[in-house]
T-cell receptor, first 114, second 112 residues
Framework: KAGVTQTPRYLIKTRGQQVTLSCSPISGHRSVSWYQQTPGQGLQFLFEYFSETQRNKGNFPGRFSGRQFSNSRSEMNVSTLELGDSALYLC?????????????FGEGSRLTVL | EDQVTQSPEALRLQEGESSSLNCSYTVSGLRGLFWYRQDPGKGPEFLFTLYSAGEEKEKERLKATLTKKESFLHITAPKPEDSATYLCAVLPVSGSARQLTFGSGTQLTVLP
């Protein structure tokens, strides 16, 4: 069974640019969530999607957005990049069941903003 | 605000030297506490879920326990392949089941 696939794995952008990251969940998983991981703040929840709808959003500015497609694949977008957006962006998929924090993470997209 | 504090930040053990990692938490109603393992360059990998005080889970050389204020991850006779960062996360009663609050992790190094 294929795991969560994230593309691209590495990318370098400059301040003010925008970036789009892609995530393909495990087959059969309909819930996709995104996390940002930095050395200073650790793992922080960005947002969650289920059935093409954003179900929950973390405490991030509106420059961070996402969407989910009918095949459960998801994308996240960061506009007007800032140096502080440099991070590992992790996508996680899960079966949409309550009372479980069992997330299956991809290997992440490492974004460097210069 | 939910908070998770892990200690120590880093731990170096000799192969076979057992130890414990600590995860202290404050949460407005605990739905579950989770342990993940993260290898360099990889995403976190799920290990355990604990739901109530007194609960224990085991997997190979790892055993996770839970009290009302903290969780421990006991590592018995570790091997070099157990080297990784171990992350603890909590899920409050309110909110999405996917919105975990993570600690900063304990970086474990097991020397041969």
């Amino acid at each position: 069974k294929a795991g969560v696939t994230q593309t691209p794995r590495y990318l370098i952008k400059t301040r003010g640019q925008q970036v789009t990251l892609s995530c393909s969940p495990i087959s059969g998983h309909r819930s996709v969530s995104w996390y940002q991981q930095t050395p200073g703040q650790g793992l922080q929840f960005l947002f969650e999607y289920f059935s093409e709808t954003q179900r929950n959003k973390g405490n991030f500015p509106g420059r961070f957005s996402g969407r989910q497609f009918s095949n459960s694949r998801s994308e996240m977008n960061v506009s007007t990049l800032e140096l502080g957006d440099s991070a590992l962006y992790l996508c996680a998929s899960s079966l949409h069941r309550e009372n479980t924090g069992e997330l299956f993470f991809g290997e992440g997209s490492r974004l460097t903003v210069l | 605000e939910d908070q998770v504090t892990q200690s120590p930040e880093a731990l170096r053990l000799q192969e076979g030297e057992s130890s414990s990692l600590n995860c202290s938490y404050t949460v407005s109603g605990l739905r579950g506490l989770f342990w993940y393992r993260q290898d360099p360059g990889k995403g976190p990998e799920f290990l355990f879920t604990l739901y109530s005080a007194g609960e224990e889970k085991e997997k190979e050389r790892l055993k996770a326990t839970l009290t009302k204020k903290e969780s421990f991850l006991h590592i018995t006779a570790p091997k070099p392949e157990d080297s990784a960062t171990y992350l603890c996360a909590v899920l409050p009663v309110s909110g999405s089941a996917r919105q975990l609050t993570f600690g900063s992790g304990t970086q474990l190094t097991v020397l041969p």
